[in-house]
């Protein structure tokens, strides 16, 4: 075969690119605009053939991604993404514009998912920057035993290690940035504007050098792909006398260029494992051509290159006036006076460094130094928002997809919820139809494990009535949808179907309610009759009172949401009663002879429950057909119980009384005699610390603000405690103590200083306490007026009621 050197020559046109690279792109236009082949091969799946046409579609935008996948495991995926500025994209368009034909010929998907399949541990991520695929691990390529020692080098051909070809030309080029090297001898000469193909020629010597040295440079199976891809130019040549023109890695030419008999190439195609594939056009970010976003092949600054590739000219110029209005949406102060310094000073850092042309380093000091004052603060703004950037592609609604992405699909239009890349935050308020739609929707989609939305505390109201959801599309979600579609055809199908299934595989009751919770948030009236069913099951064989424990606060949850969805929620709450009632008879005995772990942990459970029967009463109270009367009452009951048994931890006993009190079932004496004789010198005082955690730890602080002889009993008795003793019990005084609020903390010191102990048996008086006057300020109260009016929507004489 004839070279391109100096002119079209003889055999076929092979142009080495780099992925996503513009000055590739652009040379690629400029050789194709000069040689007008009568086919263009580019390296991608064969199987893709049948969506080219598609790049042709008004709605499909860059970038974009062909996603194949294994119909019976979409799990099994690879990607090939393409930008406005990636080599393949442009020969495709030109192809399209100039009707020529345009054909895929890498290695079928039907054999890299299947070497997918077979090694999920091995994954080509050094072969992006040249070699334009999105690889799926390749089950022929050695994988090293251990990281390189300090002493291996990527370019050392001794090693066992994947050469990254752009970098061994940067640093025999002298350079230790890949990037800088290429910027200087592609985007920044103007490659391919005299002679069109002389670019392409001196990339293949290169590489052609960089073969001879390394061989296959630790990717063995690039002989299979450079195998068949040699069988595919062969037939075009057959088909098309020889005008064929092939746009593929830059690697990848010299084995093209190279003679290799037919039966050669075809032996070592033989018995190559097969999957049935799909293939589609899916949406792709600049955020996922980065590096900086984790993924392995792709560039740098997806956002510079775009901006390189599209500026007409003076792309410094340009790109300084895109960073200062940035700023500007930001409400930093930029002038265009600012604009023509940083341009000054990009062009004066690439004179002094020996640039052709200012880059990105000299364009981001420039930024730095002029428009930020020397801050990286503000100058990581415009990496994340421009050098990567958040573009996200679009493909027509023509493109193949499974019958779950057209419901999706269909539900996000009717919704008015589109998918961006930029992470953004969407309150909902579920009294509106819409909204309450958008909640419905997203739920679905996490049970389905489609994790395009993620519950956020809301900044407003904490009711029920509203949900903050944190939105952000990711390209890898098209495979998690693929993945879900069988469960069904729809959303709704898929996520009861989904629903069914986890409930029935569920490992523990916690996991049993937590579904419940998501059923009603999703709304699954179908799911959650199975739902119910497995955790009635469940809750009636499960005799760990820790699990039911555990279980009893989502449900009460659940019954929220229902009353918020108006959804049916009787069956629940017959399940959440019995839940509920076998814990009060199972907690006492539960709660006996535990370590301290343990008694933390039950402490927890505690709470918990006190929480849930404090909601689930009214519920399943008198009248609600429950069958389970005075849930709260028999609740009481049990924490007098845990109150006062000797053989319950002390962390347990403490906070049952400072419930008891917190609910005016017992008074103020009664707590502070329990507590005087709980901290009387015949208890241990590990004991009894643990039981003042009990009762003060969880907000109590205010508590002993306000009544100054449990302050006066806890300061008595710490006074008296052993120097023996009191290194066991500073630990657990000293986390109790130190979750309080520090004004708290502050006025306890106070307190103390002044001596709390002089009142004991006393009430405190208001005029005692630092900051309080002895009685109520009828003025100062009255301010408050107007605000509760407004808080409350109340009239005058409504609020003259309240307030009497």
């Not at 000797?646 to 008891?660: K, N, W």
């Not at 017992?666 to 502070?672: F, I, R, S, V, Y």
């Not at 979750?739 to 005692?768: H, I």
Request: proline content about 7%; aromatic content about 4%; hydrophobic content about 40%.
């Amino acid at each position: 075969m004839a070279g391109v050197e100096g002119g079209r020559g003889v055999g076929p046109l092979l142009l080495g690119v780099r992925h996503h690279g513009p000055g590739s792109a652009r040379a690629v236009r400029a050789a194709l605009d000069a040689a007008l082949p009568r086919v263009v091969l580019i390296e991608g799946p064969p199987e893709a053939d049948a969506l080219i046409p598609l790049a042709a579609d008004e709605d499909m935008r860059p970038p974009v991604a062909l996603l194949a996948h294994a119909v019976d495991e979409p799990g099994c995926s690879a990607f090939w993404p393409l930008a406005e500025f990636s080599p393949e994209w442009v020969a495709i368009r030109w192809a399209l514009e100039h009707e020529v034909p345009a054909r895929f010929i890498d290695l079928p998907a039907t054999h890299t998912l299947a070497w997918g399949k077979d090694d999920k541990d091995d994954k080509d991520d050094t072969e992006g920057e040249l070699t334009g695929e999105e690889q799926p691990p390749d089950p022929t390529a050695e994988t090293p035993s251990s990281e390189p020692s300090s002493s291996e080098s990527p370019s050392d051909p001794g090693t066992d290690i994947r050469v990254d070809p752009l970098a061994v030309l940067a640093e025999t080029a002298g350079y230790d940035d890949p990037e800088r090297w290429w910027e200087d001898v592609v985007e920044h000469r103007g490659a391919g504007e005299r002679d069109a193909f002389a670019p392409f020629t001196a990339l293949e010597e290169a590489m052609g050098a960089l073969r001879e040295t390394y061989g296959v440079g630790g990717r063995d199976r690039d002989l299979v792909r450079e195998a068949y891809m040699r069988l595919q130019v062969r037939a075009a040549q057959r088909e098309f006398e020889d005008d064929v023109a092939v746009v593929c890695g830059a690697w990848h030419v010299p084995a093209l260029r190279q003679k290799a008999s037919v039966a050669a190439d075809r032996a070592l195609l033989k018995g190559l494992p097969k999957v049935k594939t799909d293939l589609t056009w899916v949406p792709w970010t600049h955020r996922r051509l980065s590096r900086a976003s984790g993924y392995g092949a792709g560039i740098d600054s997806p956002g510079w290159y775009g901006h390189l590739f599209g500026a007409p000219d003076r792309p410094v110029e340009r790109w300084m006036t895109k960073v200062a209005g940035l700023f500007r949406e930001e409400d930093r102060i930029v002038s265009p006076a600012h604009v023509i310094e940083a341009v000054r000073l990009a062009e004066t850092l690439a004179v002094m460094r020996g640039r052709p042309l200012p880059g990105l380093g000299e364009t981001t000091d420039a930024v730095r130094a002029v428009m930020c004052e020397g801050s990286d603060v503000p100058l990581s703004l415009v990496h994340d928002r421009l050098v990567v950037g958040d573009v996200l592609g679009e493909v027509p609604p023509g493109a193949p997809a499974v019958p779950l992405q057209r419901d999706l699909d269909r539900l996000q239009r009717k919704l008015r919820i589109k998918p961006e890349a930029l992470e953004r935050e969407l309150e909902l308020d579920l009294r509106k139809e819409t909204d309450a739609g958008r909640s419905r929707l997203l739920h679905r989609l996490r049970l389905l494990r489609i994790e395009w939305g993620e519950p956020t505390a809301s900044r407003g109201s904490t009711g029920t009535f509203r949900e903050t959801w944190r939105l952000r599309w990711e390209p890898e979600l098209a495979v998690r949808v693929a993945e879900a579609g069988v469960w069904g055809t729809t959303v709704l199908a898929a996520t009861t179907a989904k629903a069914e299934a986890d409930a029935v595989g569920a490992q523990s009751l916690a996991d049993v309610t937590a579904l419940a919770e998501q059923c009603l948030l999703a709304e699954l009236p179908d799911a959650l009759p199975v739902v119910m069913k497995v955790l009635a099951d469940r809750a009636a064989l499960d005799t760990d009172v820790g699990h039911l424990a555990q279980a009893l606060p989502a449900l009460v949850r659940s019954l929220r949401y229902g009353d918020v969805r108006g959804t049916d929620t009787r069956a629940l709450t017959e399940v959440a009663a019995g839940l509920a009632e076998r814990v009060f008879v199972g907690l006492p005995p539960a709660c006996a002879a535990l370590d301290t772990d343990a008694a933390e942990e039950m402490r927890r459970h505690v709470d918990a429950v006190h929480g849930a029967v404090a909601l689930l009463g009214d519920a399943s109270g008198p009248g609600s057909g429950s069958g389970h009367g005075d849930l709260r009452g028999r609740w009481r009951a049990v924490l007098r119980t845990l109150s006062a048994r000797d053989t319950v931890p002390g962390i347990i006993r403490g906070r049952a009384v400072r419930l008891l009190l917190d609910e005016g079932e017992l008074g103020p004496d009664e707590a502070a005699r329990l507590m005087g004789l709980v901290l009387s010198p015949g208890t241990p005082p590990a004991d009894a610390a643990a039981w003042i955690e009990g009762f003060v730890g969880g907000g109590g602080g205010l508590l002993l603000v306000h009544d100054e002889r449990l302050l006066g009993l806890v300061d008595a008795w710490l006074t008296g405690v052993p120097a023996e003793a009191f290194t066991d019990v500073l630990p657990l005084l000293r986390r109790t103590f130190s979750s309080y609020e520090p004004g708290v903390r502050r006025t306890l010191g106070e307190l103390v200083r002044r001596g709390p102990g002089k009142q004991v048996g006393t009430a405190a008086t208001a005029a005692g306490i630092p900051g309080f006057g002895a009685e109520l300020d009828a003025g100062r109260a009255d301010a408050v007026v107007p605000v509760l009016r407004l808080l409350l929507g109340l009239d005058d004489n409504e609020l003259v009621g309240v307030a009497g």
